[in-house]
């Protein structure tokens, strides 16, 4: 069965409503919103989850920062 790109973007996709996508040096960041809670991913890993979209934006930056 023939699966077409954005099929299988979608499956590899966390759940919830996508609301932030980045890269940075060389790691991709995104943010979920799931259950009124915005969940931070790198390199599509949960990192935690955080109560406002800018706290989970900076929270997300500053991790990737300091690890690579």
């Given at each position: 069965?023939?699966?077409?790109?954005k099929e299988?973007?979608?499956s590899?996709?966390?759940?919830g409503?996508?609301?932030y996508n980045k890269k940075i040096k060389g790691s991709t960041?995104?943010?979920h919103?799931?259950?009124?809670k915005f969940i931070v991913y790198i390199d599509n890993e949960k990192l935690d989850?955080?109560?406002s979209l800018g706290m989970?934006?900076?929270?997300?930056?500053?991790?990737?920062?300091q690890v690579k």
């Open positions: 069965m023939k699966k077409i790109f299988f973007r979608k590899t996709m966390p759940p409503e996508h609301m960041f995104m943010i919103k799931e259950k009124g989850s955080y109560s989970a934006k900076k929270a997300g930056t500053e991790f990737i920062k």
